[in-house]
């Protein structure tokens, strides 16, 4: 019997609002770099058939284009829809002990806020883009096409 592989599959999906502004640095060889962490909320029904709220902190990462674009856009509440993949990373702290963190690394990042104009006049909405780390530009493909309309609506509030 022949062996199953198993699928190289590593993609995630999610929505949040930034809980701090973002980190913006360089590497020691020039690569722009951001970091950032956002929360998801989850409604769920308990077991009384209360409606209740849970919190997912995730961190996230955008290197290039993509961080750069985060730096001009994103600050502590925005909100954001990130595509990318998952990533660990381990690291000796500064007492010496091992640490490890797993964090979504950005493919895209879709802005969800509105925008001032740059007179700083009233807010107005900006046609919504999606910054794709693997390219020099933009794409307007947006993540519309994949939500319900529940979700499409509960993304706009």
């Given at each position: 019997?022949?062996?199953?592989?198993?699928?190289?599959?590593?993609?995630?999906?999610?929505?949040?609002?930034?809980?701090?502004?973002?980190?913006?640095?360089?590497?020691?060889?020039?690569?722009?770099?951001?970091?950032?962490?956002?929360?998801?909320?989850?409604?769920?029904?308990?077991?009384?058939?209360?409606?209740?709220?849970?919190?997912?902190?995730?961190?996230?990462?955008?290197?290039?284009?993509?961080?750069?674009?985060?730096?001009?856009?994103?600050?502590?509440?925005?909100?954001?829809?990130?595509?990318g993949e998952l990533q660990s990373r381990n690291?000796?702290?500064?007492?010496?002990?091992?640490?490890?963190?797993?964090?979504?690394?950005?493919?895209?990042?879709?802005?969800?806020?509105?925008?001032?104009?740059?007179?700083?006049?009233?807010?107005?909405?900006?046609?919504?883009?999606?910054?794709?780390?693997?390219?020099?530009?933009?794409?307007?493909?947006?993540?519309?096409?994949?939500?319900?309309?529940?979700?499409?609506?509960?993304?706009?509030?």
């Amino acid at each position: 019997m022949a062996e199953l592989k198993m699928p190289e599959i590593n993609f995630v999906v999610i929505a949040g609002n930034l809980t701090k502004d973002p980190v913006y640095r360089h590497t020691t060889n020039g690569t722009p770099v951001v970091n950032f962490t956002i929360a998801s909320n989850r409604k769920f029904r308990d077991s009384g058939s209360q409606w209740q709220e849970d919190v997912c902190f995730v961190g996230v990462v955008a290197w290039n284009k993509l961080a750069e674009s985060c730096r001009e856009r994103v600050r502590k509440g925005s909100a954001v829809l990130v595509d990318g993949e998952l990533q660990s990373r381990n690291w000796r702290s500064d007492d010496g002990s091992s640490r490890s963190i797993v964090e979504i690394k950005a493919r895209r990042i879709q802005f969800l806020n509105k925008r001032f104009k740059p007179t700083g006049e009233e807010l107005y909405e900006e046609a919504i883009t999606d910054y794709d780390d693997d390219s020099a530009g933009y794409t307007s493909d947006s993540f519309d096409k994949f939500l319900t309309e529940e979700e499409s609506k509960l993304i706009k509030e």
